[in-house]
């Protein structure tokens, strides 16, 4: 199937039939993917470029049916035709292979490198292509306007190489008037039609021709006419046209000097495109980026699309200004023995390109970086026509300067789909031309190299050419010695580029003193640091701290440091391979364990800093700084010993905690030495879902420091609540509430408070319970606590639930989902999914309550949270239960009960026994429903919750009806009703389902005569 975009949007049959592709949305969106062909567009971006900015009520199923929509057409058109249409990870793509837009930049490109009589049969071959204006159809469309502006230029540009040929071939163009009325000003074009309306014998109109373009450049620009074209201007007027005065300046220049394409240029569509359509924008691009990024590279494919002449300068030779200008001097044929009015170089330089309109491409550019911006700036002047392409590793400062930053490749996450990194797909297309090809076994491997390798283009390929020898899990293992490993590049690579050491080694070799020793000091840091950091561990003999910035600001703009910018400021960060290199260099200077230490030392007091915030207003602030320097922590920790590595520990706790890095806690608090430490780890271990280490939760009465006895208690406290150990939590929290006052810690009492409302709803205490929840919530939110707000959204959410208002319960849910996201507080945000599971199973909404429970089960089990797995598979065995799976509803529950027990508080059991009763009762498996509500009912009694000893008579009472004893299940559901009411709760409607199915039951049981002299009660 062959598509067209030079003229109206067009599609074709293997045969030429004209394909039909209904409805304008249809049209747009096949027009979009071929604007973008070969690369993938987000439904997001489609449906942008789609509906600009007033989209549907719901734009992405609307689009899917736009997709299913062109798929079909396509299909219909020719078969297989639904198959151009993919989607991927990235979004849409269509394989249009067959497009006339291809075609018509083959024989273009041909046309550059043939003689002029096969250059004018490509290129009229080449515009023959085309219907009209590219994709006339949508010429109004945001999304097509830029692609349709481009293509037009590279006609023009086609038109006026063609017609260049023939005029040297001594034949007549086309008619040019029609292109010199919409292009007045394009000088080029009008000397082109001057000489073919001379060669025709309409002198007169040639120097009108002239005429119209000085007076309109003039007018609108404030311009003359090139001195090249007031040359032919003059050789018209005087019958010379064709004499050695116009013809011989550039005569012979070859139209490009690119170097022809050995291999394919992998991953870089994306920055092709962005780097084409920024030149198109401006006179000056400056690819910037570390060594061995492929900024070369990416620069000549982008000028090998770049219609006209386009020249080639390669700097990496030059060494001061002179050599600078005289290798510009000849790329463009200009020689310095020339007679003129001109002494310097620069001027004949300047003069060669005034009239010509060409891209000139600056390779290498960082080593001379003053002497090519001082050319560049005075050449830009002087030629309106000339744009600039350059490469440098720091930008060249120039005001009209368009910076393009060459990233590395992407590579793949962990968990990513490898085949789609570019990364990825450079190793494994440079490995396969070294004779080894990787396997599917071989995929996260191949992975992990190119993470290692930052996707640095050189250092893939340079690794690649080891792979044939070590194998990929081999060259992975030695990437540890990248230096020495990287040794042996392709021969015909320039020497700098020949190994990974020789790309760096060249960039050290550009740095000031002062630049080296901040570079070998940063690289201390593990994954990047902020400014205060950088100018904490870099200063020191050599650098001053207040010129710690400035060394950076320079490393940043050589491409040796990236800065991160995000909302806490900028973070500087060094690739892996800039990072090994600098710390080989710190050990070179004598300065890695100093420099180590006092990195250590930098983050200690980081941390001691954040832990008091992390329970404030700044909660969120100090999160993200910790988030940011998690790897520089570990790195800290592992630095430190003795007190120092105990008072980090302690530090980070919290931290800890609210991130939901339980093992790392763990780890850590087990190496710690002391009471405190002892007391952590152990309420740790019980949310991993460990018995309680009974020692330790004992040992919390031994921490000297009130305050960290007082926050020791009410941990242990708070876990033990959490996992339904009531009595125990409420001891502990008594005891950390109480030391809270005496110290007048209110967010200790806050926390302290929100447990109170577990064990208060456990007693049936609904009054302590809605005073400890609103003072809770109060002193949580003076401070501003998030975590706090949140804890008390779950009481006041619960004791609305309770209450039997589900619309404030989910209300308050939500905020407190909200809350947990916004702190990534990840166990929080599985316990409060679980939460709206409830409320909406309540509601009856039972395929929201699943995908609730489910997704906060899949969230608790990713992090290891014991409790958070098990509130939430009880609330799928609950769903699955009122769904009338029994099956489910009991693997369910024998988990829960399972972890119950394994953890040693089987007091939590009470829900889950009635449950798996309830299951048991509804098979009419009479001796199971027995036994498991036994149970319940002699652990709820001895826990001394009336609500969970209600819910086990109610229970109870279902045994008694299958036993056919109706009269002894109306007492028990009586009494269940008692307790309830005692306590101010009676059963919502909402939850009286098995009450209203065992009272039916009842009733049919019942004679009529017996109903009548003993009624059976209401239990709610």
């Known amino acids: 199937m062959r598509f067209g975009v030079l003229g109206p949007l067009a599609v074709w049959t293997d045969g030429g039939e004209p394909v039909r592709v209904p409805e304008a949305k249809v049209r747009a969106l096949l027009a979009d993917l071929l604007v973008h062909h070969g690369q993938p567009v987000s439904a997001d971006r489609l449906a942008e470029d789609l509906w600009a900015g007033r989209p549907p009520g719901n734009p992405v199923n609307t689009l899917q049916t736009k997709v299913s929509q062109l798929r079909r057409a396509l299909e219909a058109g020719q078969p297989g035709g639904r198959a151009l249409v993919r989607r991927g990870p990235a979004g849409y793509l269509l394989r249009a292979d067959a497009l006339d837009l291809l075609e018509f930049r083959d024989l273009v490109a041909r046309a550059r490198t043939a003689d002029p009589r096969a250059r004018a049969s490509l290129l009229g071959a080449a515009l023959a292509l085309w219907r009209g204006e590219p994709l006339a159809d949508f010429a109004d469309e945001p999304f097509a306007a830029p692609f349709a502006r481009r293509l037009a230029e590279e006609r023009l540009a086609a038109v006026e190489d063609r017609a260049e040929a023939l005029l040297a071939l001594g034949e007549q163009p086309d008619d040019l008037t029609a292109e010199v009325v919409r292009h007045p000003l394009r000088e080029r074009l009008v000397g082109l039609h001057m000489r073919a309306l001379y060669r025709a014998g309409r002198q007169v109109e040639a120097l009108e021709a002239y005429t119209a373009l000085r007076r309109a450049l003039n007018e609108e620009l404030g311009l003359s006419p090139s001195p090249e074209l007031a040359a032919l201007h003059e050789s018209i007027l005087k019958h010379e046209v064709g004499g050695r005065r116009v013809e011989a300046a550039w005569a012979g220049r070859p139209r490009t000097n690119l170097p022809a394409p050995v291999t394919e240029l992998v991953g870089r569509a994306d920055a092709l495109r962005e780097v084409r359509e920024l030149l198109a924008r401006s006179r000056l691009v400056t690819l ?88 560049v700036s005075r050449l830009l002047a002087a030629a309106p026509g000339l744009r600039v392409l350059a490469t440098s590793r720091e930008p060249l400062g120039l005001a009209a300067e368009a910076l393009w930053a060459v990233p590395p490749l992407d590579v793949p996450g962990p968990d990513d789909d490898t085949g789609a990194s570019g990364a990825v797909r450079l190793f494994v297309a440079r490995a396969r031309a070294a004779g080894f090809t990787p396997g599917p076994d071989d995929a996260r491997t191949v992975a992990a190299v190119c993470r290692r390798l930052d996707g640095l283009p050189l250092a893939l390929e340079l690794a690649a050419t080891r792979v044939r020898a070590l194998g990929v899990a081999g060259l992975l293992e030695r990437l540890d010695d990248r230096f020495r490993l990287l040794a042996g590049g392709h021969r015909d690579a320039p020497a700098r580029q020949r190994t990974l050491r020789a790309v760096v080694d060249w960039s050290w070799d550009l740095l000031a003193e002062r630049e080296r020793v901040v570079l070998r000091r940063l690289s201390a840091h593990v994954d990047g640091c902020p400014l205060d950091a950088a100018e904490a561990v870099c200063a020191g003999p050599g650098v001053p701290a207040d010129e710690v910035l400035d060394a950076l600001d320079r490393l940043v703009n050589r491409s040796l440091v990236v800065a991160d910018h995000g909302p806490g400021g900028p973070r500087y960060r060094l690739l892996e391979s800039i990072a090994e290199y600098g710390r080989e260099r710190l050990r070179q200077a004598g300065e890695q364990e100093a420099i180590r230490r006092g990195h250590a030392a930098f983050h200690l007091a980081l941390a001691e800093r954040a832990d008091p915030e992390l329970r404030g207003h700044r909660q969120l602030e100090w999160l993200r700084r910790l988030d940011a320097d998690t790897a520089n922590l570990r790195a800290a920790l592992d630095v430190l010993d003795g007190d120092a590595a105990a008072r980090l520990t302690r530090a980070l706790t919290w931290y800890w905690f609210l991130r939901g890095r339980i093992t790392e806690a763990r780890r850590a608090l087990r190496a710690a030495p002391g009471a405190e430490a002892a007391a952590w780890h152990a309420g740790f271990g019980v949310l991993a879902g460990e018995p309680v280490d009974q020692a330790a939760v004992d040992g919390a009465s031994a921490i000297a420091d009130p305050a960290a006895r007082a926050r020791a208690h009410w941990f242990l406290g708070y876990v033990l609540t959490t996992i339904g150990d009531m009595a125990a939590g409420e001891r502990l929290t008594d005891l950390a509430l109480a030391g809270f006052r005496r110290l007048g810690d209110r967010w200790g009492e806050a926390a302290a408070l929100s447990d109170r409302v577990s064990q208060a709803l456990t007693q049936g205490r609904l009054d302590v319970a809605h005073r400890s929840a609103e003072h809770s919530d109060r002193l949580f939110t003076e401070l501003g606590d998030r975590w706090g707000r949140l804890q008390a959204s779950f009481a006041l959410g619960t004791l609305a639930q309770i209450g039997g208002d589900y619309e404030r319960a989910a209300r308050v849910h939500r905020e407190g989902l909200r809350l947990a996201e916004e702190l990534e507080s990840w166990p929080e945000v599985s316990y409060t999914l679980s939460w709206l599971g409830r409320v909406s199973l309540l509601r009856g909404d039972h395929d929201r309550a699943r995908d609730f429970h489910e997704r906060a089960r899949r969230l608790a089990a990713e992090l290891g949270f014991g409790p958070g797995e098990v509130y939430a598979e009880t609330g799928l065995a609950l769903g699955a239960r009122r769904r009338g799976d029994l099956d489910a509803a009991e693997r369910h529950l024998l988990r829960v009960l399972r972890w119950h027990r394994s953890v040693g508080f089987a007091a939590g059991s009470t829900l889950a026994l009635a449950e798996l009763g309830f299951v048991a009762e509804l098979r009419g498996d009479l001796d199971a429903a027995r036994a498991w509500h036994a149970e319940g009912l002699a652990l709820a009694r001895e826990v001394g919750d009336p609500r969970a000893v209600a819910l086990a008579l109610e229970g109870t009472a279902g045994v008694r009806v299958l036993e056919g004893d109706p009269v002894e299940a109306a007492r028990l559901l009586a009494e269940a009703a008692a307790l309830r009411e005692s306590v101010g709760v009676p059963l919502p409607a909402a939850e009286r389902h098995d009450v209203d199915r065992i009272t039916a039951a009842i009733h049919r049981l019942t004679p009529a005569s017996a109903s009548t002299t003993r009624p059976v009660p209401e239990s709610g």
Do not use: I, M, S, Y
């Open 288 to 375: 910037t980026g570390p060594g061995g990024v492929g900024k070369t590279r990416l620069a000549v494919e982008v000028a090998r699309g770049v219609p006209g002449t386009v020249l080639l300068v390669e700097l990496a030779g030059a060494d001061r200004a002179e050599r600078v200008v005289a290798a510009v001097a000849a790329v463009l044929g200009v020689r310095e023995d020339l007679p003129g009015a001109f002494d310097d170089l620069a001027d004949w330089v300047a003069e060669a390109l005034r009239a010509r309109e060409l891209l000139l491409v600056l390779d290498n550019c960082e080593q001379v970086v003053e002497p090519v911006a001082a050319l």
